[in-house]
Each structure stands twice: as C-alpha cells, then as structure tokens.
C-alpha cells in the first residue's frame, strides 16, 4: 500500500478530456456513446470512453445533487480531473497527479472559452455542425494549449511573447502604434500583433490574446473568407465574445490596454541605445519631415534625436491619455469631426504628431515607414502603395461579399455608450446605423450572452495583425480599406526587423535559475532551457509549481523558501507578480536544522540582486 | 456541514456520522423526491440512497479501470473525500470549510485505526467486519454506532483543539520530579502489588500511565512488555477522553464537575467492547444467515437496565461499571517479530475530573491471537504467490514452509477442539485445504487454491473473534482484574497524588507558556517534536476565557491558533513532496519549519532524501499511520548499525523580525529543548 514514488517526473500532458451531453442520454435504453460528442485520446476504445465518461459523469451528478452545486474537480488515484458541468453538459480534463489541480482547472476554462470565442454557444454549436467537424476544432484547441515547451508554461497558462530582451524596444513601441493607429477606425475594437506565434504587442486582455492566437497559429479549418484583392493576406472569421470582455474592451480602450506593452520599451530605450534605434531615430528627421505635417510641432521629435538625453518625453503620459479614435485626418472614411475633439486639440495634435510618425494613416505612412526602414521598405513601401490602388478598384467586389454575411449587430451597440466617456462615442453612434433589434445571437436567456463580432487578420509572413472589429467593419469597404492601408507598410516594415532578429546565442548557463511570472501581463521570464530532459530543472519545476498553487490558495503568503535534499528554492509574489528563485552549485549538503548561515536563506538577497538584470524588481 | 459513511461494495451503510447541518441537509433532499404523506424514511435509508449511485460507481471504476475515486470538490466548496479498506468504502464529506481534503483523509484513517484497535484481526476479513459494524439487531447497531461517532467526534475535538493531537505526538506534563516520583510509584507499588494478586484472574499488567486531562503525567512499562506505539498511545488517549471528558478546553466557561467532584464525568455513552452472547455462525457464505434467538443478554448490565433498553430511551445507556475493562488490540514488537493488533484489556480509572490512570493488561488467552496472526500471515502470503502465478512448490515455499504450517496448524486445531470455541468450521475448511493441496492426484499448489487460502482466513478471522471480541458464556469467572482491585488501585494512586491533584490540573493548562522564554523577541509560538519518541512540547495555547495565555484571549489568540493550525497543514503538504525546510512570509507573521535527523550522541546528520508520495497517500502523522516510523526506516538505510532519531520544529515570529534572527531562534530552540538528559531545559 505504501510506495515509495521517489522519480515522480511531472507531465504537463492531459490525459483525458472529453465533452458529454447527459440530455441525448435520459431513458433507461439510450446507449451512454451517444451523450459522447468528443474524447481525446480518440483512439480510445469505445466502451473505455463510455465507462469513463457515464462514471464520471453519474458520480459527478450524484455529488452536485447532494451539495446544490456543480462539481469542479474530481480526483481519480491516477488522474485530476477538472470538471465544468453547465446544463445537461459535463466536460472532463484529465491530468496527471503532478499537475497542479489550479492550472488544470484553467486549462478546461481555456479550452471551452476557445471553443465558445470561435463558435459561439456549444450546444447551438452542435445543432448547427456535424460532431465530426466540432471533433476537429476542439482537437485543434487542445493541441494549441499544449503545444510549448516549457512546462512552466502550463503551470501558468501565460502567453507566449516574443523574447523582449533580444528585440529592440523601439519595435515594441512600433507595435503598438500600428494597433493605436488601427484603433482610429470607430469599428476597431482592439488588436494584437504577433509574429511566429508569439505575442508582439496586444491591446486586449490576455484571456482575449490566447483566444485570437489560436486562429493565428493555425489556418483555422473553419475556411475563413479571404480578401483576394489583398493578395489573399487579410482574412476573417465570426469570434463570439462574452459581455464581460466586450464591456471590457468598450469601457477603458486606452488606460488599461496601451500602457502595458509600451512601458518596459520605453525605459529600456533611455537606458541603452543601440545601433537600431539610433537608425530609426536619425531617419525620420531628415528623410520623413518635409511629407509630415504634423511631426513638426511634435514635441516628440527631439526624442528621436541623437542626443535622446530628454526621455521624459518618452514617459507614459501622453500614451495613458485616451486616444483620438475620432481621426483628424481627411482621408479617414466618413469621418466627421466631433466638436470635443476640437477642444482637446492641444492634447490631441501632441498625440497624433508622435503617431503619425510612424504607422500614421493613409499616404503619410508610405513615405514615413519607408523611410523608417530604409532599403527594403522602399520596397514594402512601394508595394504598399501600389495595393492599396488597386484596392481601390477591387474593393467594392471584395467587401460585397461581406455585405452578404448576417448582420449580428444587436444590443451591442447601445452598450458603446459606456465607452469611457471618450469624446468619441457620441461620433461613433451617429454613424452607426440603429441595430436591427432582436437578430442577437445570444443563445438562451439563462446563458450569458456571446456577442458576435469580427476577427480580422492581416498576415505579413510571419506577422499577422489580428483586430476584434465590429461585424459591419467588413462590409464598409471604406473602413476596411482604411485599415488596410494604414497599417500594410508599418507592418511590412515590422516583419523585415523581427524576422532579421537572430534567436538570439541561448544564454551562457547560469549559476541560477528563475521564473518570472507576470500575473496582470500573463506573461513569464525564465532562462529555462526548455530542454527535453533537463534533469537539473525538475526540482525547480516541481517547487515551483507546488509553492504557485499555494500562492494561488493563501492570499496572505508572500515569500517562500522550501528545501528538498537536492534544491532549495526561493518564491516570492506580490499583487502583480510571482517569482522563484534557484541557485546552483553551492553547498546543499546540510544537516536540515536550523541555521542562518544556510545558503537557502540567502536566496532572497541572491534573487534580488540577480534578477536586477533580467528586468525583475523584487524590491 | 459535516459527514462521515462507511459503505460496503453493495452499498449497504455499515456506519455513518453526520452533524444536525448535514442531516438537515439529506432530509430536505429525500423529502423533496418523496411522495407526501409517506412521511420521512429512516435516515440511514435516505443517506445510503442518496450515496448509492457514488458507492456504486466506485466499485465500477475498481473493478474495470483499477482505479478508484479519491475526492470530490463543488464550486461552493463541499469536499468529498473516498477512500477504501478492502470491501469498505469511506466517505468523508465537509460542507462548511472548516476541513480540507487532507483534514477528511485523515479522518478516515483515524477512523478505520480506532475500527481496529476496537475489533483487531476481524479487520481483515471484510465478511465478518461488515457484520460486526452492522449488527442486525437495531438497538445493539445503534449502540455501537452511537460508540463509535463518539468516538469520532472526541477525535474531532481534540484535532481541532489539543496541540498534541494536531502535530499526532504525546505530550508530557514537564514536571521532572513528580514525573520520576509516579513511575517509581507505578513499578514498585501499583504494577508489582496488582500483578502479584490472585484477584487478576490470570491478567498481567503491562503498562501504566496517568492522563492530565490529554497530557502524559508518567508511563511505565512492566519489564517484559513490548513498548506501546504512540499510534496505539494516542488512540487510547482519545478513548480515555471519551469516556471521562475533560471539557475544560471547550468553550464552556462553567463546567460543571467541580459541584460532583468525585464522580466521573460522563458525556458521552460508551459501548462495551462485549458482545450478547449468541450461536455463532462461523461459516460466512451467504446461504448461513445468523438466527438469533431471544433478547440479548448483556452480562455487565444488570437485569433493570436490560428493560430499559427495550424502551427508545434506552439508547441512552448508562455507562457499563467502570470496572468492565474495554478490549482493545495493539500492537507488540518482540524479539521474533511484530504482531499488530493482539488483545488487550484496557482500564481505564478515574481519579478526579481530568486525571485518569491507565493500564493495560495482557489476557491469558494472547498466545492464541498470535497463532492466528502467523496463520493468517501464512495464508496471505501464500495467496499472493500464487496469485502472481507462481504454482507448485514455487508457491508453497517461504518463511514458515507450509508444510510447517500444516502440523502447526493441525495441532493448533487439536487444541481448540475441547475448548468452548467453535471450531468444526474451520476444521472442515481445513481438511478440504489440505485434501486440495497436498494430496497426491490432487490439484496441489495452483491459481484454484486462492478461494481456499482466502476462506482459510475468513476461518481464522472467525476464531479470533470468538476468542476476543466476545465474553466467554459462562459468566462465572470473569476474565478480569477484580473490581476491588481495581479500586484499590484507584485509592493507591488518589492518595498518591492528592496533594498535587489541583497543581497538576492548573500545570496542564499552562505546561509551558512563552513567558519563559525571554530571550527569544518576537517568538510568538513554536511546536518541538521528537518523533523518534512520539512526543512533542508546545507552549500553550489557551483561547478560552478561563484560561488566557500571554497571547490574550479571544480574537488575537483564535487567529494565532488558527495560523499554527494551518501551518502544520501547510507544512505536511511541503514534506509529503520531499520538503523538509520551509518557511514562509505570511501575512504579519514569519513561519519556519524544520526536520532534520540525528544519532543517539546528538550529532546531527546530513538532509537526506525524503520519499515524495501521492495525493492520496495515507496522512503523515502518527496516529492513524506512523509516517515517521516509515521515513525513519528509509533514512537509516544509509546508516545502518546507528540509531538515527528524527526531529521536527516550528515557529511563528513577528514579520518584522529580522531573518537571521528568526533563524538564530530556532537554532537555538533546536538545539535547546531536546540536550541528553531529554528533559527540557526550562
């Protein structure tokens, strides 16, 4: 009975997950396989499938009648399960014992919230496809949340960025103003750019950003319409978003999404320049400003300088403002000039000037970005330019074809009001025509509602410009077109940078490992090789993942030091953050009692003063 | 919302507790899908109805994913926690946050530890057990249930409440002197007079000890008495507490033995370890159901409380004569090996409220328990190996040989059969055995043998059983230390200590308080336990109104109290996965947590591995399961030819508290509390 389990290795890897639906099985002769409408691993034998899933099921019903409420996790000796039960529908994620019971339950959520973002509800899912299809999707899901390498990946359930430390800041920075220029368009909600399946810069939530990867990473089966006219690099697809996250996008666009990607570029760029930045702040100056009218009153200028001694103006203010989504450029599409936006001329013309800059809108991006990027951007540039005429001619072909697909505008609409009180919205409603009351494509009155909106994506090779639009941004050919535009040669110019960006040499090993997690970013900072086999790491992996599940169940815990025979590692969390910390080498032969001079009680001064160079501020 | 059920595979409740909340809880449920005016089911009914289709999946996943259910957990918090013995499935439910998954694991584990110290080898034959825990007579069922939810709930209040029963470690009264003084007095006065009187009806007493309330005053032990684990210690703590309750730990602010001084105090009904005597049914196959034939007749009681008792009232049965000893099985080391579970008698004799002696004798008949052991052994061990497929004389090797086995046995059988035990049964199943096994022609040492060797358990079980777990028939002699021995034994040792009664009362409730530890700023609390010795030392921590520690009392000393309480939790979660320092920055608060090894001379050794275990493994501790006594056999494989002992500390500082001072503390405590002499330096 007792067994000694000292090489434990633990398997981020799911073991089981399956969807049953207990209402196609309710009379004494339904046979429990029809209730399954998916089990992974498919290869399962059936009366395996329907043992488990018709057990786990009963059991999980029987339990939920007798505490009047649903069953969240269901332990097996061999497998956790997380559970969702949501009407007559029980889904099941089994992992491994090793997998901390927090991060598997995320995973489900993960998982259905995938599923729900790409096809709305799942039961109207599974009235309106065929099992067959739906198979496919939610195998693609589960595989996208699995793909990764590092384990540590799924304790946290992060996002995967792209390497900030080999990348210069100033193309972070570049990022994010292609998504605030994006932004000016009143059907843009909020996008994200990401390049090779890592997240560059994002406007959104992080839940938001992993939903929007997945379409990203893989070609969506779901054959998405594609604009031929643009050379078959912009596509679309209908993603379904909860009201909470629509409200959410609505509410702050600016406050609480542009400050995050932009402020660690920004301390980073007046601390070290390099050769790149001295490259894009040196051109702009000479080669873009006879075309930009606005860049010369733009108080931002002096910051590109050489010199670059003053960053204050580089300080986050002027970013944390809102943004003008109200454009004052001419060419913006029906655009109309609301009377607010004059008053705050002073703030916005400061605004602006910095962005028109660089992925400005319409011609000035031309001239700018090319310029930007020298050489072969010229090109980009160039091809730009010329896309965007011939757009001119196709688009109205293209974007009729949107104008077929079903206007699922409804109440969300009236909701824009609460956009922040931007001066904005008020412009935005008088060009929005009223929504056709009632064609909502909430499921069931009981159910929280999916709002359906676009998602549209701009692919540049490896980079792709994903924005969550409102459904009737594809069949205004002007928006659309405007988006397009604005945004080709910036992007164009974005993808030649990251894509010449060397991985980067691995980094000399350390004496140390750590693990950063950011928990407002969903972002994570590790020197983890991500080896297969990095037998050195387990310990780290394993107390990390054990104190990052105490984090999560003890509000009040701040540090942590823990000690096996063979590591010692160091976790320390605050509101935002949760770090670990282990030290090679050293001496770990100790006699286990009480001693100050105990190297593991020096961990968090080492982690302090270490981690100061990985960006990591532990106070 | 609390609840704890023990189900058989065929889901037939074989004991269940719930508090009022749960059972509130289950009645709405099966009201709500009754038809009206049947009015409400029995309530064992309702809950084995409403856990049937969970009891019954389990077995499903047992029997076809060799797999089973460990726990459940709902969105609004409501644990479930599974476990199986054998046939038994135990179900642990906590509805109201104030036991997590491990809490309810372990009280299972407790649970089934007091299952067999209260019926011993019957344990292992889950046919019998289930008949044991489920008597078909209601009223002897309600009884032994009403015993054992006692039981549980005693367990329950002094886990959530005693130090010593949080960390599972003894906890001496620290009073060097009077402690030397009573173990001198126990060896040479009590132990010596009672076992040289012909009143102990062929008893021996092997061990004695004085109880303040749960603190150990002194122990002896009789020269030729195997040492007692601190497992079986600490649950015949919580059985001594069970029947003389010491409430002083409550949140009663007037208890009340202080008006009937002299007279136990008695809260909980406790049930006789004794049987009605009836026909025994050895065989258990289904076809053999028990007839019993008229009322039972219990030997202690006397014929006015047999009436009673046909009365409902009569659940509540008075306590039998304190002079009836309980029979508890436990286990002995001797030289040739362990034997766990061997019978015992315990009495236990109050002296005044809070202060009881202990002693445990050996009864005449415990040759036979081991006998029974070493066949049962024998048996399982054969089973095994020819489960695993090994046949012929492959299976029947080993150590004793069967064929040893075989003349033990039959002499053994020979020797039963002019005693009043039952024996045909087991004689029957025997011969067939034998005819299966050694032949020749027969089918000898096979995968068919298996039904055998199990039904050759079951018979042993059986024998067992009669011999322990039932009075013998003839009520003439009992088997017991006469009741005016036991009193004069009571007298002996009131008279010892009187003078101290009222001071060793008062000690228990303050041991040691933090105020001698001066020079030790911003120490709040710690825990020091040896585990080598199973005992621990803690300051004390009183939150009731009568009894203010330097903490103050309510809120502050509750939230302290709380803190330490979820420590300890914490920490055996950090070395159930191989952690054997932490410590924590919480809150206000700095926790430090430490285990560590050393040799008799007190050289401390190095950290070693400790075993990473399960989720679900048994609950590290000592009480239900010595986890300690494991990891102590695992370390000392790197040391052998060294007595390795086995310490754990823990502390709470202020958070203000610089680190290195915090650690210089418990160094200092470390090193302190447990120098040669093993008595505390205070």
Known sequence: ?619 | MKCLLIASESAEVLFQWTDPEFQQNVQEQYGASQEEGHGLPAFEDSISTLFAPIIISCSTMVDRLCDSYTSFTTENNHIYVLHQFDECLYIAVNGDGEEGEGDLRRKIYVMKKMIEVMFGMVTLSSNLLRRELRPQDTEQRARLWKHLQSLLETYSQLRENDQSFLVEAVERLIHPTLCEQCIEFLERRLVQQLNGSVERAGEEVLHAFILIHTKLLAFYSSRNASSLSTSDLLTLIIMAQNMYPSNIDLDDPHPEWESNLGLPHQRHVSYPLCHPHQHLHLCVSAADKPVRGSTPVFEFVDPDVQMAEDSLQALEVPPPAPSTPRRVFLEVSLKDGLYPMMPHSMYCLPLWPGISLVMLTKIPTSAVAMSVYMFLEAFAKLEKRLSEGQEGSAASRGQPTIHDVRSKLDKFIKALGPSEIQSAQLQNVWTEFKNRAFSRGGPGFNRDLIPWCKNMKTQLCGIYRQCFLIESGKADIPQRLSPSLQERAQTMMQEKLMDWKDFLLVKSKRNITMVSYPDFPGLIHFICVDRSTGQMIAPSLNITERNTSELGKGPVAQFIKSKVWSLVSTTRRYLQKGYSTVTLRDGDFYFCYFLWFENETGYKLEAGDIPILPDDSAPIGMLAWDYYRKLLRYYSKNHQGEVVKCYELLTVHLGVIPTEIILQHCRQLASKLWEPSRNPLL
């Open chain 1, 1 to 619: 009975r007792y067994r000694y389990n000292i090489n434990i290795l633990p398997s981020s890897k799911c073991n089981y997950f399956f969807l049953y639906d207990g209402s196609k099985v309710k009379g004494e002769g339904d046979a429990t396989r029809e209730g399954i409408c998916y089990f992974y691993p498919e290869e399962t034998p059936l009366d395996k499938q329907e043992l488990l899933c018709g057990q786990l099921a009963g059991a999980g019903r029987c339990v939920s009648e007798l505490s009047a409420s649903p069953v969240r996790i269901l332990r097996l000796r061999r497998n956790n399960f997380a559970i969702r039960m949501k009407d007559d529908f029980f889904w099941a994620l089994g992992c491994s014992a090793e997998v901390p019971t927090i991060s598997a339950c995320e995973l489900l959520d993960q998982l259905i919230n995938l599923f729900c973002f790409y096809n709305g509800s799942v039961r109207q899912s599974y009235q309106l496809y065929s099992q067959e299809t739906l198979a496919a999707r939610w195998a693609q899901y589960l595989s996208h949340l699995q793909s990764g390498s590092l384990e540590l990946q799924h304790i946290f359930s992060c996002l995967r960025t792209i390497d900030s430390t080999n990348v210069d800041p100033l193309l972070l920075l570049k990022a994010a103003l292609i998504l605030q220029a994006c932004q000016r368009c009143p059907l843009v909600l909020a996008g994200c750019i990401l390049f090779r399946g890592r997240v560059v810069s994002t406007q959104m939530s992080p839940e938001l950003t992993m939903k929007v990867m997945v379409h990203e990473s893989e070609t969506h089966t779901k054959a998405p319409s594609t604009f031929s006219s643009f050379g078959g690099v912009v596509s679309s697809t209908t993603v379904f978003l909860t009201m909470s996250e629509l409200q959410y996008l609505q509410s702050a666009p600016v406050d609480k999404d542009f400050r995050y990607s932009h402020r660690t570029p920004h301390k980073n760029t007046s601390k070290k320049k390099t050769r790149l930045s001295r490259t894009l702040s040196d051109t702009p100056s000479t080669e873009s400003e006879p075309s930009d009218t606005g860049s010369s009153q733009s108080p931002l200028k002096g910051s590109f300088s050489p010199h670059f001694s003053d960053s204050s103006v580089f300080s986050p203010d002027p970013l944390d403002s809102p943004p003008p989504p109200q454009p004052l450029q001419p060419p913006f599409p029906n655009g109309k000039l609301s009377p607010e936006a004059e008053e705050e001329a002073l703030e916005e013309s400061y605004y602006y000037s910095f962005h028109s800059n660089e992925g400005g809108v319409s011609q000035l991006h031309n001239e700018g970005d090319s310029s930007l990027f020298e050489g072969n951007s010229y090109l980009n540039g160039g091809g730009g330019g010329g896309g965007g005429g011939d757009g001119d001619a196709a688009c109205g072909a293209v974007f009729d074809f949107r104008g077929a697909e079903e206007s699922h505008h409804d109440t969300v609409f009236t909701k824009e009001a609460s956009r922040g009180g931007c001066e904005s919205v008020q412009g935005r409603q008088a060009e929005i025509p009223d929504p056709p009351p009632g064609s909502g494509a909430s499921d069931s009155p009981e159910e929280c509602p999916l709002v359906p909106m676009m998602l549209y994506l701009h692919r540049v090779k490896g980079l792709v410009l994903a924005l969550l639009v409102e459904p009737h941004f594809l069949s205004d050919t002007a928006s659309m077109e405007e988006v397009y535009h604005s945004s080709l040669a910036s992007l164009n110019g974005l993808e030649a940078h990251l894509r010449t960006i060397c991985p980067g040499a691995p980094d000399a090993p350390r004496p140390y490992i750590f693990a950063h997690f950011d928990c407002i970013q969903s972002t994570l900072t590790t020197n983890l090789s991500g080896r297969p086999g990095g037998a050195p790491e387990r310990p780290f992996v394993r107390a990390t993942s054990l104190l990052h599940s105490h984090f999560c169940n003890t509000e009040t815990l701040q540090e942590a030091i823990i000690r096996s025979a063979g590591a010692a590692v160091y976790g320390s969390r605050s509101v935002a953050q949760e770090t670990y910390f282990q030290q090679h080498g050293g001496s770990l032969r100790n006699s286990g009692i009480p001693n100050h001079q105990d190297s593991a009680f020096l961990l968090p001064s080492k982690a302090r003063h270490r981690l100061l160079k990985h960006g990591v501020n532990l106070l």
